[in-house]
């Protein structure tokens, strides 16, 4: 869809991306443990709200709308009503409409297209945030939660790690068809940590990694699922990370730029977006992200785009082979040529089609309601020219972001450009 008013992203803010690895992560073997603690849902909603204000030039009381994405802050911390804790942020946010929304890992893209729809129903300042702490529980329960975004009556019992299980049952099905093995997906598994090393908001920044780890399972790097059926399809190296954080954004009309004093050529624009949901539990094609695929269809008819236009992506990389299936929905690449796309060095820093600067949801992390809001975030510092060490040579005229909730049954895209 095209927004029926202009709308711009004019500044924003990530909180560090934390969980386990991390070095300011407070586990038992920090130097640390017992002295101090891991932030909480709340202290790293607030500090991106509030650095994002800052960052945008743009003053609280000046905020019209507020909408804050999260997944299941109800589960790890026990905490929902988060439209009531975003307008904790700061006193001058206290009587505005606030709201939360949630669609799984999509969450966050999901609350951008309401604030499109804020800006298109005559709001001109609205800010957006994403926030998820699930650092709270061990593995397997932490999974038992996040499995709440399968159909959980019929899908929860595939394995004790649902989603990663879902995920392999994805790569049994692609290699099956196209050749190949999960040993072909290391490249872009060592892309993601490359990038994230260059990082210093992700997640894995220090971890190390390189293409023989990640290509052959290891007691460092293991096949992990019980199910015998797909265990061998995927290592710990293939998949997203359990991190805590948050990003925020701001979104601004035309006449909302003038309230702040900010020309066109200072922001970027969000220019279409597709919104797809399919049926829950029920995938047509392994191979294929076709929900993604309806939601790319939709934003690019509506910006008259296609995948030639693209100059840098921000992807759903929840594990290794979603990535390769992403660039195939995205038309970056036919069919059964996205492992091999990856492969090539095509997304790379220098590639033709830079995708996931900043690591991914596999190197920067994946605190899941954040996830969404941090894309839109990571291409508008892109085309910016602000991400530092990860910075593009040349910073990207035209950006998409895909972002997906569940097995590929909630997704949204958006599309972005620097106004000349």
């Known amino acids: ?49 509030r650095e994002a204000l800052e960052n945008s030039g743009v003053a609280p009381a000046q905020v019209d709308r507020g909408i804050v994405s999260n997944f299941v802050g109800e589960l790890f911390v026990g905490q929902g009503h988060l439209g009531a804790m975003l307008a904790g942020a700061h006193p001058d946010l206290a009587y505005k409409p606030f709201h939360r929304v949630e669609g799984a890992c999509a969450s966050g893209a999901l609350a951008l297209v309401s604030g499109i729809e804020a800006i298109a129903a005559g709001a001109n300042l609205v800010l957006v945030a994403g926030v998820e702490v699930q650092t709270t529980v061990g593995a397997k329960q932490g999974a038992d939660f996040l499995a709440r975004a399968a159909h959980y009556a019929r899908e929860r019992e595939i394995d004790p790690f649902t989603f990663p299980c879902l995920f392999a049952r994805r790569a049994k099905a692609y290699f099956e068809r196209h050749g190949g093995t999960t040993a072909d997906l290391a490249p872009i598994v060592l892309k993601a940590y490359t990038n994230a090393a260059r990082n210093p908001y992700a997640h894995m920044r220090a971890a190390a990694m390189d293409l023989a780890t990640a290509a052959a399972p290891s007691e460092r790097n293991p096949n992990f699922l019980e199910n015998p059926d797909y265990k061998e399809f995927l290592k710990v190296s293939d998949c997203s990370q359990v991190s805590d954080g948050a990003s925020s954004v701001v979104l601004a009309s035309p006449d909302g730029l003038e309230q702040v004093g900010v020309s066109a050529n200072e922001a970027v624009e969000i220019v279409a977006f597709g919104h797809a949901t399919g049926p829950l539990g029920e995938v047509n094609d ?19 785009w296609n995948a030639t236009d693209v100059g840098v992506a921000e992807v759903h990389d929840c594990f290794s082979i979603t990535e390769a299936l ?20 095509n997304t790379t820093l220098t590639g033709s089609i830079p995708v996931n600067t900043g690591g991914g949801l596999m190197g920067f992390g994946h605190p899941v309601g954040a996830t969404g809001v941090k894309q839109a975030l990571e291409i508008y510092r892109q085309m910016l020219g602000l991400c530092g060490d990860y910075q593009l040579a040349t910073p990207p005229e035209r950006g998409v972001a895909a972002n997906m909730g569940g097995d590929d049954r909630t997704s949204v895209v958006t599309l972005y450009q620097r106004v000349q």
Not at 31 to 37: D, H, V
Not at 286 to 294: A, P, S, Y
Request: hydrophobic share 40%; glycine share 12%; with cysteine.
């Open 1 to 49: 869809m095209h927004p029926a008013r202009p709308v711009y992203v004019v500044g924003g803010a990530h909180t560090p991306f934390i969980g386990k690895f991390h070095p300011d992560f407070i586990w038992k073997g920090h130097p640390a443990f017992g002295k101090r603690e891991n932030p909480t849902l709340e202290q790293h909603l607030h500090r991106a709200v």
């Open 286 to 304: 392994l191979t294929v992200l076709d929900v993604t695929r309806h939601a790319v269809q939709q934003a690019y008819l509506s910006a008259g």
């Open 326 to 345: 992403m660039y195939e929905a995205l038309g970056f690449c036919a069919e059964g040529d996205g492992v091999r796309f990856g492969a090539d060095g």
